[in-house]
């Protein structure tokens, strides 16, 4: 059975996050960061590079859990929130 990741990227030159999931973390954050690597990455990914993995949660046992949790993170909509995400993973505060 595969393990899901929900992760966050974060882009210095943009100032932006991405917010995804993926069975694989390490080929998919290298399909973010190189568009000859392979096809699955999106237009946003490309323009807004280079991405720097800044936070990820392991272990969801499906990927209907990991897009769960993953879009709840995207409803905040909100820089502070996932700052603070990332913070807290940081300094233990989770």
């Known amino acids: ?16 996050y991405y917010i995804g999931h993926t069975a694989h973390l390490e080929q998919r954050l290298q399909q973010h960061n190189d568009p000859y690597v392979d096809t699955h990455q999106s237009k946003y990914t490309l323009k807004n590079g280079p991405w720097n993995l800044v936070y990820s949660e ?6 209907s859990a990991a897009m769960k949790r993953e879009r709840e993170i995207k409803r ?13 993973r940081e300094t233990g505060q989770d």
Do not use: G, H, P
């Open 1 to 16: 059975m595969e393990q899901y990741t929900v992760y966050i990227l974060y882009s210095e030159s943009a100032d932006k």
């Open 58 to 63: 392991v272990n969801f046992d499906s990927r």
């Open 76 to 88: 905040w909509k909100s820089k502070v929130m996932v700052r603070k995400l990332i913070t807290s």
